[in-house]
């Protein structure tokens, strides 16, 4: 039985342990279609579940990667045909499934999605879980009302791959934006290259205590939670949208009411494992047209690594020393 690489990840005594190994495609959870994957990539998620800081899976042994692109190799149905380009985002792959940092992934046909005309095998997972969550924020707030007029959107945790995109959008959709970090001083041309006009120092913040605060933003994606998020729903102006995406800085949420009923905020959960498979597709149409970010391939996601080197760089994501996106390469094409 032929037999490829994957990095999975095994329960230990005191936590886990991730192995790059032989497997073969029946060691893989059920699936009714078979990929040969070109790329993967790594995502905050990723991280922590190869260097044990989370506990992202149920279930071990698994591979780890929540995101794939590359080519059906077969298919049980006649949804897909051999050679079919396609991608893999989320979906509870590398959580509840067996992931992307493998050479092959046997998943359920209806998490998989062909790859939009305008994208490239490798741009797919430059953009990857990250790209696709910060889409799906930006569209939950413009089907919410959010216009440029409305003022500046605040973006936190500029620096990782959701921030990164979402700045590219929110840029090219005529928003101005003020990224709002932990990392001015290493970030400041990057941020600005990306469409940020404004660099803000979150050591600089002044979180308030009141209620309500001054109203500052038109709207924001936030990664982070905790104090930061707590701070946004004091400063945002009238009928604005807060997409809630990450919670970095804590899961916790210290705020009253009064910012959604004096001031008609809105706070939008985003939730990008379990979307409507229509909704998906959408985004990603979206991803591969007018709102693929300009500096994708040169400035967002410019380091493509090795399957072997996914463990060095967890850890560095973990420590908050990388900025934008890192591509797997494992098949390419």
Known sequence: MKTFKALRIHEVDK??????????????????????????????????????????????????????????????????????PVLVTGCNIGEVLDGGLAEYARLPAEAVIPLPAGLTLREAMALGTAGFTAALGVRRMLENHQKPEMGTIAVTGPTGGVGSVAISILNQLGFKVAAVTGKKAAAQDYLTALGAGEVIDRAEVDYGKRPLEKAIWGGAIDTLGGDTLTWLTRTTRQWGNIASIGLAQSHKLDTTVMPFILRGISLLGINSVEVPRAWREAVWQDLAGSWKPERLNDRIASRTVSLEQVPEVCAALIEGDELGRTVVEIGGG
């Open 15 to 84: 936590g886990t342990d991730a192995r790059l190994e032989s497997i073969c495609l029946g060691d893989l959870s059920v699936g009714g279609v078979v990929v040969r994957i070109a790329y993967s990539c790594i995502n905050y998620k990723d991280a922590l579940a190869v260097t044990g800081r989370g506990k992202i899976m149920r279930g071990y042994p698994k591979v780890a990667g929540i995101d794939l692109s590359g080519t059906v190799e077969n298919c049980e149905s006649d949804t897909f045909k051999p050679g079919d």
